[in-house]
């Protein structure tokens, strides 16, 4: 059962949202997140540096992991890209770590901050692998994955690396604005639904405005939710940092 894919996994094996393993596998990883930045606060500046630069670096060994299982387990397909705002998380770690000009590791580490770190915090509420059992590599994946993604911006926050600000919010924007268009199209011509802009996942936000907006004029409720939370995020930085 630990290397089987989600179309070999017997139905029943998994477990519900919320449940006693979901707060479980919450715990642990909570414990693993604080325990690291313990580690993280008590080490000196070399230390750290060290720290901050593997966890990039274990999200890349981690995505070809699950390629080598996939591909040994023959279940490699073409919705396991890392083509998600959490996948592609990783890439612009690795930028905001080993950009050679600090104004360049600023920029990708304030996405890291108000974008991407705070994605993988409704993914860890709401895992989309939750049919796997708790004992299974994609069970564990899909947690140690997004506790890297979380983890990374609040180190960089600790280290006072940076410091968000909201006339930065075109950081963000452009991000996307990069991203999108090309995800869009693969979504297209392959059916794939990567970042959730070919159609809405069921019972989440975006459903409800697909409800009321149609496919694919939900798009443009999405991106407007996207620009709220953003803001949203970027307010208790704007505050904390006049005062």
Known sequence: MFFRYESDIP???????????????????GAAMALIAIIFIRAGERKRDLIINAIPVFLICMEASKWLVLFSIHRANIG????????????????????????ARAFFGEIAVILLGPGSIFALLLPD????????????????????????????????R????????WYEAIFLAIIVPPVYIFDKITDCNYIFINWP???????????????????AGYALLALMIMVIIYIPFEVIGRR
């Not at 940076?162 to 919010?169: A, C, T």
């Open 201 to 219: 996942p069921s019972d989440t936000p975006l459903s409800f405005l697909a409800s009321k907006m149609g496919v694919p004029g939900y798009l």
């Open 129 to 160: 692998w939750t049919l796997y059992p708790a004992w299974n590599y994609f069970n564990l994946y899909g947690y140690i994955w997004h506790e890297m993604l979380l983890l990374y911006p609040i180190l960089l926050l600790i280290d006072k």
């Open 11 to 29: 139905s029943g094996s998994g477990y519900r949202i919320f449940s006693a393993t979901h707060f479980g596998c919450l715990a642990a990883i």
């Open 80 to 103: 396991m890209l890392p083509l998600h705002l959490c996948g592609l998380a990783a890439f612009d770690f690795l930028l905001a770590s080993f950009m050679p000009s600090s104004r």
């Open 162 to 169: 940076l410091w968000p600000r909201i006339s930065h919010l």
